[in-house]
């Protein structure tokens, strides 16, 4: 329980007092934030919705010349709320945050290059390098070779997000052993960083081949 800085009573942890609906200002998940329950698959439509119809009801504009200890529970929900809102519309920022709940970090093996795509990252920088170093002749084989590999880390990209939806949808379907999950969790997170690495990398290059990095 917490007590409403605005009419003194001890209600339920959530964005806004369920007695008086003046900001709490309480510490709460960022699925409790925006009252959704603990579910990976997102409408976000729905959630920029109730984002904004939240953060109208927690303003600080609307809470002016209210008591200092209401005005500072509405720069503390918005604030949880501005976080909530830009947390779970992503879903590889959603599928980090679902790790950090669980106790879990991506962080120290997300270092290496996931093994089934090091030969890839090694071909990419191979590219890259060549393309530097022709970055006179706009029409070498190697350029073209360049954006064609581009075309091919995008369709990986988008082939690591539908693994990455299937994960989430089979979390909150129930329909996985914990350990596997939080595994093959981590495994798309890792493949996604580093497809996002290489894409820009290479968008880089293609803009500006002398460039280096």
Known sequence: MVRCASCGRAVEPRLTCSECAAPLGAELDLFAALDLPRKLVADTDALERIYHE?????????????APAVRQASLKSTALLTRSYRTLRDPVSRGRYWLELLGEKLGENNK??????????FEVQEQIAGLRDHHEDAGT?????IKDRRAELQILMDRAHEELQHNFERWDGG???????????????????????????????????????
Request: hydrophobic share 45%.
């Open 54 to 66: 939240a953060g109208r009801r927690v303003h600080p504009d609307r809470f002016a010349n209210a």
């Open 112 to 121: 290496q290059v996931p093994p089934e795509m090091a030969e890839l990252v």
């Open 141 to 145: 084989e190697i350029a073209f070779a």
């Open 175 to 213: 329909g996985g052993e914990r350990v596997m999950l939080i595994k093959e969790l981590k495994v798309t997170l890792s493949k996604i960083a580093y497809l996002r690495t290489l894409i820009r990398d290479v968008d880089r290059a293609l803009q500006d081949p002398a460039a280096t990095y």
